[in-house]
T-cell receptor, first 113, second 114 residues
Framework: AQSVSQHNHHVILSEAASLELGCNYS??????LFWYVQYPGQHLQLLLK??????LVKGIKGFEAEFIKSKFSFNLRKPSVQWSDTAEYFC???????????FGSGTQLTVLP | DTGVSQDPRHKITKRGQNVTFRCDPI?????LYWYRQTLGQGPEFLTY????????KSRLLSDRFSAERPKGSFSTLEIQRTEQGDSAMYLC????????????FGNGTRLTVT
């Protein structure tokens, strides 16, 4: 069965710092990969997705993620975070013929002004 | 795009009672999902509909849980004989296109079983 690991449970950064959130999945075949974000009091929203092609994927609000197949990783990055990026970030995978997404446990990002 | 709507937002019930939640997906989406999320965890898949057909159910979905999507539009999730362990946020999501493409989530129904 597919699984997703997010190793950082809580990350605290100052504004303008660079961000990298780790995501590793376990599945040897074809995968679709996603990052979702949940701002305080709001619903989960899609940040970016990877289906195929260029392994460097750009999403909304300056976020990007890189798919490294050999490392089973899909880390999320942003060069300079803002206070408004404070949220919980979830990595998710859809593997093989599965119809559903499997989510990681999430990383709470707090950006200090 | 009016978004995915869930009702109620909060439900407090006593152990042993039955509860029912409703989800109205985005109107043109034929795929509908239910997930459950507990504190400190990511959403866990419960069940999936394509139109009115329930195509997949997680092993997490015990026989006390039942979901329907009678006309391929809104969906209901019923929990019978609730237990304290059922306390969680129940999320509904919808999508079109790929089987697990970009999911559009609702705000969820928070269930508290006392």
């Amino acid at each position: 069965a597919q699984s997703v690991s997010q190793h950082n449970h809580h990350v605290i950064l100052s504004e303008a710092a660079s961000l990298e959130l780790g995501c590793n999945y376990s599945y040897g075949g074809t995968v679709n990969l996603f990052w979702y974000v949940q701002y305080p009091g709001q619903h989960l929203q899609l940040l970016l997705k990877y289906f195929s092609g260029d392994p460097l994927v750009k999403g909304i609000k300056g976020f990007e993620a890189e798919f490294i197949k050999s490392k089973f990783s899909f880390n999320l990055r942003k060069p300079s975070v803002q206070w408004s990026d404070t949220a919980e970030y979830f990595c998710a995978v859809n593997a093989g013929s599965a119809r559903q997404l499997t989510f990681g446990s999430g990383t709470q990002l707090t950006v200090l002004p | 795009d009016t978004g995915v709507s869930q009702d109620p937002r909060h439900k407090i019930t006593k152990r042993g009672q039955n509860v029912t939640f409703r989800c109205d997906p985005i109107s043109e989406h034929n795929r509908l999902y239910w997930y459950r999320q507990t504190l400190g965890q990511g959403p866990e898949f419960l069940t999936y509909f394509q139109n009115e057909a329930q195509l997949e159910k997680s092993r997490l979905l015990s026989d006390r849980f039942s979901a329907e999507r009678p006309k391929g539009s809104f969906s209901t999730l019923e929990i019978q004989r609730t237990e304290q362990g059922d306390s969680a946020m129940y999320l509904c999501a919808s999508s079109s296109g790929q089987p697990a493409g970009a999911l559009h989530f609702g705000n969820g129904t928070r269930l508290t079983v006392t």
